[in-house]
C-alpha cells in the first residue's frame, strides 16, 4: 500500500528564514505528486504538482518553490519566509480526484 | 472547473443520520464528484466518489439526483469521531488536470 512520509512534523521558523520541507512516498512508481498549503479554518490551497522527476508547475506566484530530485521524492523550499507562510502543508499523491494524503507539516513563521 | 457550494456547518447527535449536501449547478457531462474527510491536524481523507444515481461503501453513501445539479454525502449513525470538515468536489477524472480546489468545506459537529 502506498505511504506518504513528510518531515518535519512541525517547525517554528524566523522570518526571513529559509525552508525545506520534505515528502518522500513508499508502495507505488512514478506518482503524481502536490504540495497544498492550509490556512486556519481554512480550505486547501494547491501550490505545486509534479508529475515526474525534474516536472514541477506552480499554481500560486509566492515565495515558495518545489523540487522533485527522485521519483518519490517532493521538496517545498523557501529563500526567505514570510508571516503568510504560515499554515499547515500538506503533501499528496495520485489522480486528481482521489489523492492520498500525508500527515503534513504544521509551520508557524515568528 | 465546476464550482461548489456547501453548508459551512452542521450540528448533530450521536446515532443520527447526517446528510451534507452540495450544490454544483455548472457540472459539466464528464465531471465527477468526491467528497473527503478531513480531522483536524491531519490531511483530507478521501470518502466516495461518484457520477450518477447512488453509490454506497463501508463509510457513506452518496446520493446524486438526475440533474445532477447538486449531491447529498450520507453518514448514518454518526459517532463523535465523525466530527470533521467534509469536502465536497466536482470535476473531470479523466481529463480534469490537476487542480482540484478544496473549498471550505462542511464542518460536521457531532454532539453526545
Known amino acids: 500500500s502506498q505511504t506518504i512520509h513528510q518531515w518535519p512534523a512541525t517547525l517554528v521558523q524566523p522570518v526571513g528564514s529559509p525552508l525545506s520541507l520534505e515528502c518522500t512516498v513508499e508502495g507505488t512508481s512514478n506518482p503524481n505528486l502536490y504540495w497544498y498549503r492550509q490556512a486556519a479554518g481554512r480550505g486547501l490551497q494547491l501550490l505545486f504538482y509534479?508529475?515526474?522527476?525534474?516536472?514541477i508547475s506552480s499554481e500560486v506566484p509566492q515565495n515558495l518553490s518545489a523540487s522533485r530530485p527522485q521519483d518519490r521524492q517532493f521538496i517545498l523550499s523557501s529563500k526567505k519566509l514570510l508571516l503568510s507562510d504560515s499554515g499547515f502543508y500538506l503533501c499528496a499523491l495520485g489522480q486528481a480526484y482521489e489523492q492520498y494524503f500525508g500527515p503534513g507539516t504544521r509551520l508557524t513563521v515568528t | 472547473l465546476a464550482k461548489t457550494t456547501q453548508p459551512i456547518s452542521m450540528d448533530s447527535y450521536e446515532g443520527q443520520e447526517v446528510n451534507i449536501t452540495c450544490s454544483h449547478n455548472n457540472i459539466a457531462t464528464n465531471d465527477y464528484i468526491t467528497w473527503y474527510q478531513q480531522f483536524p491536524s491531519q490531511g483530507p481523507r478521501f470518502i466516495i466518489q461518484?457520477?450518477?444515481t447512488k453509490v454506497t461503501n463501508e463509510v457513506a453513501s452518496l446520493f446524486i439526483p438526475a440533474d445532477r445539479k447538486s449531491s447529498t454525502l450520507s453518514l448514518p449513525r454518526v459517532s463523535l469521531s465523525d466530527t470533521a470538515v467534509y469536502y465536497c468536489l466536482v470535476g473531470d477524472i479523466d481529463t480534469g488536470g490537476f487542480k482540484t480546489i478544496f473549498g471550505a468545506g462542511t464542518r460536521l459537529f457531532v454532539k453526545a
Open positions: 509534479s508529475v515526474g522527476i525534474g516536472q
Open positions: 461518484g457520477y450518477k
